[in-house]
Each structure stands twice: as structure tokens, then as C-alpha cells.
């Protein structure tokens, strides 16, 4: 639970610097601030902007709950490994995926329950390793506070990281990616139909 509360608290944290930064570009750009529900829409300007911020840290609570649960599926698995009935859960589970059809695409023909659950755990922390690859800022000077637009030509917003090594990344972009790994949903609330504005605006003005 300490663990937990204390990866909570620091994602929150996060989340909250993040939105300052771009939650204004995203609003200027969609000129909305509403969530589809698909059976209903919350249209957020109706309530104090404390209501929209409550509703989304709770949402990237329970994603955090999700990851951490993931975890301790993994853990308890790995730790049946050493239980006596292991081998009989073991070959069980073998006969099981020995039908399934990931065994017939890669030709599998054993498998280990507890070593499957680690691998699959592990390319959920492969993302944020990919997200730091893609995130890390290569230059120097930097600026990671809230621009304002008559700022932006006196602070460096847009670098070149380990991955964008050709052309400059701008920081707001980095931290969609970041948000999207770390599933701050805060964050990413518009950003599909800001990326789809943006686009159909580029495309207009060609």
C-alpha cells in the first residue's frame, strides 16, 4: 500500500504539472471541453474546472490500480512456481495453450505459466523504457514551465531527443507521449481530436 500511495502521489503530481502545460494549447485548439461517453456527453463547462480535474484524477487512479494489479498477478503467480502442485497447474496450462491459436501462429510447443505472465509483464515496462528513448532531451537549455505565445520565441520549447534525432520534438508532444504510457488521462483528454483539428487545419492552409 506505501508503495502504491506513493507512485499515486507522484503520477498525480505529474498529471496536474502536465495539464498547466497543455491543456490551454488543447482548448485554443477544440474549442471544447466536453468528454463522449458514446451513450452520453459531459459537457465540463457547465461545472468549476475542479470538478473536470476530480472526475480525471480518479480515472487515472483506477488506470494505476489496473497496473499495480497486473503486478501482483505476476507476483503471485512467480510465487506458486515454488508450491508443490505447480507442475500439475503447469501442465494443465500447457494442454490449455498447446490449443490455443498463438500456439499454432509460432509453432509453440511448451510453456511455463509463471515465465508467460513475466514476459507479458515485461512489455508493459518496455513501454516506459520506449518512452524514455523517445522523451529524453539531448540538448541543453531546455524549458520545461508553461510558455505563454509571447515567450515561445525567447525559451527553447523544441529539442531533439534519443529517438527525434533528424527533427525537434516540441515538449507539449513529449508529454502526450509520456501521459499515454503512464495512462494520465487528465493528459491525453483531447489529444486525439486536437491531433485531428491540427491536421485538417495543416491540410486546409496547403
Request: neutral net charge; proline residues 1%.
Amino acid at each position: 500500500f506505501v508503495l502504491f500511495f506513493f507512485s499515486w502521489l507522484c503520477a498525480m503530481i505529474c498529471q496536474v504539472k502536465a495539464i498547466r502545460s497543455v491543456i490551454l494549447s488543447q482548448l485554443g485548439q477544440t474549442n471544447v471541453f466536453k468528454l463522449d461517453l458514446g451513450v452520453a456527453t459531459l459537457n465540463f463547462h457547465r461545472f468549476p474546472f475542479i470538478v473536470w480535474l476530480g472526475l480525471f484524477l480518479i480515472l487515472s487512479t483506477f488506470n494505476l490500480l489496473d497496473t499495480f494489479s497486473n503486478a501482483e498477478l505476476v507476483g503471485r503467480v512467480w510465487a506458486t512456481r515454488s508450491c508443490l502442485g505447480y507442475h500439475h497447474i503447469n501442465s494443465i496450462w500447457s494442454e490449455v495453450m498447446t490449443q490455443a491459436i498463438i500456439s499454432k501462429i509460432f509453432w509453440f510447443t511448451k510453456f511455463d505459466l509463471a515465465n508467460e505472465f513475466l514476459f507479458l509483464y515485461a512489455l508493459i515496462l518496455a513501454q516506459l523504457v520506449f518512452a524514455l528513448y523517445v522523451c529524453v532531451p539531448i540538448e541543453a537549455d531546455v524549458c520545461y514551465d508553461r510558455v505563454e505565445a509571447g515567450d515561445s520565441a525567447s525559451k527553447k520549447t523544441e529539442y531533439k531527443t534519443i529517438y527525434f534525432k533528424r527533427n525537434s520534438v516540441d515538449h507539449g508532444a513529449v508529454l502526450q507521449i509520456l501521459a499515454e504510457t503512464a495512462r494520465l488521462e487528465g493528459v491525453i483528454f483531447q489529444d486525439s481530436k486536437c491531433t485531428h483539428l491540427a491536421v485538417k487545419q495543416i491540410i486546409t492552409q496547403l
